[in-house]
Nanobody, 123 residues
Framework: QVQLAESGGGMVQAGGSLRLSCAASGRTFSSYAMGWFRQAPGKEREFVAGISWSGGIISYADSAKGRFTISRDNAKNTVYLQMNSLKPEDTGVYYC????????????????WGQGTQVTVSS
């Protein structure tokens, strides 16, 4: 059983930064790609960023490019999402997930999900 626990969310003004963390249990963390998704009120959960098991391949949604950075530390079983220049439209619950498929933008490619962490960006 894999458990994922997000942290680092909070309230920030537009233009500010937050760093989200996702700690994973288990010894197989380094074998899997990981992804970040977000869900705004009344909207579907959407892909934000994904990273391969080694960190050598990274993908971002267009909305995240140039502002967000995904990274991982396999020694710590943790994946991060550094978010800069935050906008009110970045508000939502952010989830990390473990990828078992290659199309990282699709939710069905993930088998385990965390409980999420709330990010609120005020204007």
């Amino acid at each position: 059983q894999v458990q994922l626990a997000e942290s680092g969310g909070g309230m920030v003004q537009a233009g500010g930064s937050l760093r989200l963390s996702c700690a994973a249990s288990g010894r197989t963390f380094s074998s899997y790609a990981m992804g970040w998704f977000r869900q705004a009120p009344g909207k579907e959960r959407e892909f934000v960023a994904g990273i391969s098991w080694s960190g050598g391949i990274i993908s971002y949604a267009d909305s995240a490019k140039g502002r967000f950075t995904i990274s991982r530390d396999n020694a710590k079983n943790t994946v991060y999402l550094q978010m800069n220049s935050l906008k009110p439209e970045d508000t939502g619950v952010y989830y990390c997930a473990r990828a078992v498929g290659s199309n990282w933008s699709r939710r069905r490619e993930y088998d385990y999900w965390g409980q999420g962490t709330q990010v609120t960006v005020s204007s």
